[in-house]
């Protein structure tokens, strides 16, 4: 039976109808592979958790809140804290996604003990069902530890944006040969470490083909190929809110221009004195005799 979702504008909570809708797991998207593809956006809000959490399979807390929310100039800033509090709000505000929790620089790299410790915070203090964690085959002994101890991993290769004063910028990935088959011998590692799901970040799109090709687990693209398993977008990007997005980002609405519409008409309205009207008052009630 198909569940229909509705919003429920008393409480601002999303909630499913006629009766509550079991959370997609970890082994469903898992077994996603090749079949319908997956639909992921990031999340930083419960608020946006309810919007989005009716359209989307997946809802990822990336550290990409850094420069979405913070105004960071790089995800390098993030803490765990952060990660923690935004990833408990996601969840708060889903009811049929499965969250994933990006782990932020320096909080697992060390090595697969402190990694664990990572997520296993990240776990507890939020509810996801899943983290998130960078790099290739350097990682791959840390995915199999974490994902042997009943963690959840999706794994991230190509372009990873915490490792990017290394990379020397953001540009594509896999153009020479040599990048090509390496990020290639990443996807395969990372895929037989356990990785559940991985993305697939800023590639050339015949090498974002060949991973999805070669690996077991499903492919979730974000500046990569329509051919991977799913796809990515950082959700302020999707709807229009920067006035300068990458290449790989297609705008599904331009929210900046509606919100400072917005802005504007209520600024006018406050200095001409039209707001609030007698809509937005409070009267006096009548005595009750």
Known sequence: M???????????RAHPVPEPIRRLTVPAIAARKGGDPIVMLTAYTARMAQIFDRHCDMLLVGDSLGQVIYGL???VHVTLEMMCAHGAAVVRGSYHAVVVVDLPFGSY???????????????????AAAVKLEGGA????????LSQRGIPVVAH???????????????????????YEKILGDARAVDAAGAFAMVV????????????????????????????????????DMLGLFER????????????????DAAAQYAAA????????????????????
């Open 2 to 12: 198909s569940t229909t979702f509705t919003l429920d504008t008393a409480t601002s």
């Open 73 to 75: 100039d790089t995800t």
């Open 109 to 127: 790299e060390a090595s697969p003990q402190q990694a664990f410790e990572t997520a296993a915070r990240v776990m507890k203090e939020t509810g």
């Open 138 to 145: 350097v990682m791959a002994e840390t995915i199999t530890f």
């Open 157 to 179: 290769i190509g372009l990873t944006p915490q490792a990017v004063n290394a990379l020397g910028g953001y540009g594509a990935r896999g153009r020479s040969e040599a990048e």
């Open 201 to 236: 970040e800023g590639v050339v799109e015949p090498l974002g083909r060949a991973i999805t090709a070669a690996v077991k687990c499903p492919t979730i693209g974000i500046g990569a190929s329509p051919a991977c398993d799913g796809q990515v977008l950082v959700a302020e």
């Open 245 to 260: 997005t990458p290449r790989f980002v297609r705008r599904f609405d331009d929210l900046a221009a509606r919100i400072n």
């Open 270 to 289: 406050v200095r001409d004195r039209s707001f609030p009207d007698a809509d937005q008052l409070y009267a006096i009630k009548p005595a009750v005799k």
